[in-house]
C-alpha cells in the first residue's frame, strides 16, 4: 500500500544493498515478483488486518477520520496531498541517512514517523472509500466499510500501476482527514465550547 517506491541505502559505508520501505511487511519489490491474485490476496488481507487494528486501537480519533473524509473528500484530499508528500519525503530522507553518523538520531525517528502515519492514514482511506460504497448499497456500517475498502485495495492489487494510484488517493484522503479533525477539535464548532466573557455571562 506504499505511494512510491522508496528506497534505503545500507552498510557501513553508507553503500550497500537496496531494498524498498516496507508498508505492513509487503515491501514494494515483493508486490512486484509475485503474481497479480496473489498481490491481489496480500493487499486485501494486509488492507483488512490493518484497518481493524488502527480502528481498534483509535477508537475515537479515527472514526471520526473516516466520517470527515466521507463527507468532504475533496477537501480532505487537498489537504492530504500536501501532507502526503511530506510524510513520504521525511521517511524516505531517515531512509537516506541512515548509514551516516544522523542516523541513529534523525533517521531511525523518521523512518518510525513515515512508516506509521503512511499505513495507517491509507488504511483509514481505504475505510472511508469502502464505506461510502456501502452506504449507496444500504449497508453504511463501519464492518461493512472496512470489508469494501480491503475489496477495493485487492481488486487494485491486479495492476500494479492501478495499486499505487489507488493507495496514494486512499492516502492523502486518510491524512487529510486526520488532519482536519485535529484541526477541528480545538475549534470552537460547539456553542458550549465558546469561551464567554465572565461579565457577559447570564
Known amino acids: 500500500m506504499w505511494p512510491s517506491d522508496l528506497y534505503s541505502v545500507s552498510g557501513a559505508t553508507g553503500i550497500g544493498s537496496v531494498m524498498p520501505l516496507t508498508i505492513g511487511g509487503l515491501g514494494f519489490e515483493t508486490l512486484e515478483t509475485i503474481s497479480p491474485l496473489e498481490r491481489a490476496g496480500l493487499l486485501f488481507a494486509g488492507t483488512f488486518v490493518f484497518a481493524a487494528v488502527v480502528l481498534g486501537l483509535l477508537q475515537g480519533y479515527a ?9 468532504s473528500p475533496v477537501i480532505s484530499i487537498c489537504v492530504g496531498l500536501p501532507g502526503l508528500f511530506v510524510v513520504v519525503g521525511l521517511g524516505s530522507t531517515g531512509h537516506l541517512i541512515l548509514g551516516t553518523d ?4 534523525f533517521g531511525i525517528p523518521m523512518i518510525v514517523l ?5 499505513p495507517a492514514f491509507t488504511a483509514l482511506g481505504f475505510v472511508a472509500f469502502g464505506r461510502s460504497i456501502a452506504a449507496r448499497l444500504g449497508r453504511d456500517r463501519l464492518s461493512v466499510g472496512i470489508f469494501l475498502g480491503s ?11 492501478l495499486t499505487v494510484v489507488v493507495a496514494g488517493f486512499a492516502g492523502a484522503l486518510g491524512i487529510g482527514a486526520g488532519v482536519r479533525v485535529i484541526m477541528a477539535t ?3 464548532s460547539r456553542p458550549d ?3 464567554v466573557p465572565p461579565a457577559n455571562k447570564i
Open 193 to 195: 465550547d465558546r469561551t
Open 186 to 188: 480545538g475549534g470552537t
Open 102 to 105: 544522523l542516523g541513529p538520531f
Open 151 to 161: 475489496l477495493l485495495a485487492g481488486i487494485a492489487g491486479f495492476s500494479l500501476a
Open 114 to 118: 513515515g512508516g506509521t502515519i503512511v
Open 63 to 71: 472514526p471520526r477520520t473516516v466520517t470527515k473524509a466521507r463527507r
